[in-house]
C-alpha cells in the first residue's frame, strides 16, 4: 500500500510546476500577461516554486553585475566614410572597403563622425618594394590619441599623433589592413583598407 | 547613423576585444562601455552568428562559473560547476529568439538573463535529484516486491535532468487520468496537494481551509479517492500499457 502512495507521489512530484525557465521569465518580467497570470495563481499555491523564486532573486542580487553604473557610449565609435574630392560623403556607400595603391591616387579623404582624415599611400623610399602611409586627423582634439594599424590578427603597433594630427607607417607589405585610432573617448575604424 | 548602428560594422574581432577590454575595465571598477558586449550578443541572437556566440562564451564563461560555485544549490547537488555552466549558456542560446532580442535594451539585462539561466539549470537538477530521492523512497518500502512495479516505466532513475520531457508527457497523462476519475473539486485538491505538491494533510487544510472541514477530512478524500483508484480496472490497464 505504501509503495502505491509513494510511487503515486514520486511519479507526480510537481508535475504542476512551471519549468524554471518559466519562472525566471516570469520573475524577469518578461511574459505576456496570458503567460504570466497561471504562474501567479500556481504561485500562491505552492511552496516549492516559491522557494525557487526566493532563491532566483537572492541569487540575483549576489551576482548583480551592477557594482559600478556603466558609463554607456563613454567612447564615441565612428566608422571612416570615404569622401569623394568634392567633400561630401560618398552616395550609396555600403561598405568601408578601399584598395589604396601608392602614387596613383593621392590623398584619400574620409569622414568620421566630427573627425576629418586623410591618407596618402607612397612607395617607401627606405625600404625597396614596400609602401608607407601618411596619415592626418583634423577635427578632434588629438591629445593622448594614436593610430594603430592591424594586419589580420596580429596586433598593430601603434603610432602617437601629432600635436598637429600627423601619423605615418613605413615598410608594409601590401595587403588588407585594419586602421584604428584610438583617443580617450573616440574610436574610429576603417575596419577594411587593403594596400595595393 | 547612431553609435550603436556603427559598432554593427566593427570586425568581429575587433569587437571581441573591446568586449574584452571594457568588461576588465568594468571589473576593476572603471568607467566602461558595454556596448561593444550588447552587440556581440545582438550579432549572436539577431544574426544567429555562431562565431559571435563563441566569443560570447570565452569572454563569459569564467564568470558563468563563479556565479554556479556561489549559489546556495551548488553544494548540495554533486555536479561539476562546468557541467551547469554548459547548460546556463544553452538555456540562453534557447531562450531568447531573435524576435525577442528587443526586450533586453541592454548588456545588464542581457547577464541578468544569464543569472537566470544559471540558477534555472541548477533548480532544474535540484528538481530532478528531488525526484530520484522520491522514487528511491517509494521502491525502498518495499524491496523484495520486484513482481509489480506500474511507475517504473514513467520513472526512470538514471534518466538526466535534461532528458526529460519524454518522461513529463508520461506523468502529464497520468495526471489528466487522475484528475478524469476524480468526482469532485475536494478530490482534485487533496491529490494535487498530497501528490504534486508534497504537502501534508494540515497542509492542505490550510491552503484550501474553505474546502475542508478539518484535516482529517483532507486525509479521508484522499485515502477515499486512493481506495477507488486501487479498484479501477481502467486505472490498472492503463499502468499497465504506460
Ligand atoms: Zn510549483
Redesign the pocket.
Known sequence: MAQFDDSLKAALY?I???DSAA?GHYHLGLLPDAAATPIAE??A??????Q?IAQLEAFLVETAVSHQPSISERIKVWIAKRLPTGGQPQAGWSSPTFAVRGGDTGPLMYEAGDAQLSLEVQDDPEHPGRKSILGLVLGIDTANVAARLLQADKEGTAVPLSPGGNFAFTNLAVGPYQLIITGPDIEIHLPELTIA | MSHQNELGLLPLRTLYDRCHRESERFFAQQDNDPRFCYELFRRAFVHGNQLAWDCLYQQYHKLVLSWVTRHTLYPGLGEEADYFMNRAFEKMWQGIPAENFEKFPDLKSLLRYLQMCTHAVMVDFARWKEQAHLWDRARQLEPDDELYDPFATIMDPDMRPERTVARQEMQQILWQRLNDLCNNENERLAIHGYFV?DLKPRQIYELYSGHFADVHDVSRTKDNFLARLRRNDEFKEFLEDA
Not at chain 1, 499555491?45 to 516559491?50: D, E, K, L
Request: charged letters at 15%; one cysteine or more; proline letters at 13%.
Open positions: 510537481r504542476t510546476c512551471p519562472l500556481h504561485l499555491i505552492c511552496p516549492h516554486c516559491t525557487e | 505538491l
